[in-house]
């Protein structure tokens, strides 16, 4: 049985999800809300596949990596899973799923 090696690099499209108004958004322009995307294997941040996709910054509160939450500052790398989360999530869900500090950190480095 193979083993899974731990340190091998991640490879294969991102898959991506738009939420909320992003889904509503990507229907009414008559696009999919679920897409595998290719990346380099360097990487690209949220914000350059935000644009891509041509989903509008000021409708991103946070994005969704691998089950964490972050800012549009974060480097996306081949093989990970990543769905894009508008503002709207009502008050106690936004702290308690860390899209408020998520938001705070891209105002903190200037994104």
């Known amino acids: ?3 899974l ?3 091998k690099a ?3 499209p991102v898959t991506v999800r738009m939420f909320g108004s992003l889904h509503t958004l990507r229907r009414e322009r008559d696009l999919p809300t679920t897409v595998d995307f290719e990346v380099p ?3 690209m941040t949220a914000r350059a596949i935000a644009d891509a996709l041509e989903l509008p910054h000021e409708m ?3 994005v969704f990596c691998n089950g964490h939450v972050f800012g549009l500052s974060r480097l996306i790398v081949p093989g990970d899973r990543i769905g ?3 503002h709207g999530t009502p008050g106690p869900h936004r702290f308690m799923l860390g899209l408020w500090k998520a938001g705070r ?3 903190e480095v200037g994104a």
């Open 1 to 3: 049985m193979d083993e």
């Open 5 to 7: 090696d731990p340190c």
């Open 10 to 12: 991640p490879d294969g």
């Open 41 to 43: 294997v360097d990487g």
């Open 60 to 62: 991103i509160e946070g």
């Open 84 to 86: 894009f989360v508008p």
């Open 105 to 107: 950190e891209d105002e």
